[in-house]
């Protein structure tokens, strides 16, 4: 078996620094966060890992993305109207998602092939729909404990992942049944609680020890992971572009100029006529 402990401080704070989110949507970007750094360590890629769950709830997309680099961003597009109209209490992926996808996207830039995973959103909680996409999708033993705290003194975001690797089946060393490690390795795992999970006072491998030590556990290296968002004013230079002088002039403001805007970020990008000029002859 092989797992991922993710515990997630500043990147998941500047993501919510960001934009104003209400409490519900901010701890399920934690949690998206989190989940897309767990899911992206255990694939050997050399690019950009990308989560996004998408439907037709108030709540109509969760994305987050990680580069080989452990450069970390994340991103909900809600109704501000929904959300703002009552104390909403809704909780579950159905009420706040709706009927959608979830989807895993692996891009190595290029001239290299997109992998990508896409299953319907089944289940209450993120985590149960991560689990399905790997019980259904990829036939992998898959267990997933999500958790975020975005009104704490330092909001944090965390998530432990543990798998049954194929080949794994089949009686252990000691000819217990065949199910038997991995059903003690998912009790174990869901003893531990959110709380713990986020406190930054108890170190990742005094969680891991206190879960595993009976069956031995060993820690790999750590990977540090900082927010960078990766939009630039090249890239939608790149974009436009590709458009024709009719659909520019569509996209102009009434003061005659482009403005484009990473939703990640906020960061604006202008562009006025001599500048689109020169880009059509560049």
């Given at each position: 078996m092989?797992?991922?402990?993710?515990?997630?401080?500043?990147?998941?704070?500047?993501?919510?620094?960001?934009?104003?989110?209400?409490?519900?949507?901010?701890r399920l970007l934690g949690e998206t966060m989190a989940l897309a750094t767990a899911l992206a360590s255990t694939v050997k890629y050399d690019g950009l890992f990308n989560l996004q769950a998408q439907g037709d709830g108030p709540l109509s997309m969760l994305v987050a993305d990680i580069d080989s680099e452990g450069g970390l961003r994340?991103?909900?597009?809600?109704?501000?109207?929904?959300?703002?109209?009552?104390d909403r209490s809704d909780r579950s992926i159905p009420q706040l998602i709706g009927t959608g996808h979830l989807a895993f996207t692996v891009d190595q830039g290029p001239g290299t092939d997109r992998y990508q995973g896409i299953t319907p959103l089944e289940g209450a909680t993120l985590s149960e729909c991560a689990q399905a996409y790997f019980k259904?999708?990829?036939?992998?033993?898959?267990a997933i404990i999500l958790a975020a705290d975005p009104g704490g003194r330092?909001?944090?975001?965390?998530?432990?992942?543990?798998?049954?690797?194929?080949?794994?089946?089949?009686?252990?060393?000691?000819?217990?049944?065949?199910?038997?490690?991995?059903?003690?390795?998912?009790?174990?795992?869901?003893?531990?609680?959110?709380?713990?999970?986020?406190?930054?006072?108890?170190?990742?491998?005094?969680?891991?020890?206190?879960?595993?030590?009976?069956?031995?556990?060993?820690?790999f290296d750590r990977r540090p992971v900082a927010f960078r968002c990766r939009c630039s004013r090249e890239k939608v230079a790149n974009t436009l572009v590709l458009y024709p002088p009719e659909s520019l002039d569509d996209m102009k403001t009434d003061d005659g100029v482009i403005v484009a805007s990473c939703e990640f970020c906020r960061q604006e990008y202008i562009f006025d006529d001599d500048q689109l000029t020169n880009l059509a002859a560049e």
């Open positions: 092989r797992g991922r402990l993710i515990r997630l401080g500043s990147a998941y704070e500047q993501a919510l620094n960001i934009h104003s989110y209400p409490d519900v949507v901010a994340g991103y909900a597009r809600f109704d501000e109207a929904y959300f703002n109209s009552n259904i999708s990829e036939q992998l033993d898959t330092e909001p944090r975001a965390g998530a432990l992942l543990v798998q049954r690797m194929p080949g794994a089946r089949g009686k252990t060393r000691l000819e217990m049944e065949p199910d038997e490690d991995w059903r003690s390795a998912v009790i174990l795992m869901s003893s531990l609680t959110p709380a713990e999970l986020l406190d930054t006072e108890i170190p990742s491998d005094d969680i891991l020890y206190r879960l595993y030590h009976e069956n031995g556990v060993r820690v």
